[in-house]
């Protein structure tokens, strides 16, 4: 059985982000993982309390990266492609 080698393509902090990144995956069937990942946040209740961000970090084979990157730059998304 050979290896996938996932990247990173996206992340996101917030749930309607996660649903949109979601709908433009699975509406492409692209196949796709996630993790759950800290994030830089930019409250000041984080910064006093020292709270971590948590946010969904999408994964795609290497191989479908470029695809996927042009699916989430055309659906208007760029802002949380991961670079």
Known sequence: MQKVKLVP???????QDTRLIESVLDGAGID?????T??????????????NKK???????????????HLI????LSHLLVK
Do not use: H, Q, R
Request: net charge negative.
């Open 9 to 15: 393509l996206c992340a996101a902090a917030k749930l």
């Open 38 to 51: 800290p994030m830089a946040g930019s409250s000041i209740l984080g910064f006093l309390f020292g709270a």
């Open 32 to 36: 796709y993982t996630f993790e759950i």
């Open 73 to 76: 730059d055309n659906a208007g």
């Open 55 to 69: 946010g969904v970090m999408f994964l795609v084979p290497e191989e479908i990266y470029e695809k996927c990157l």
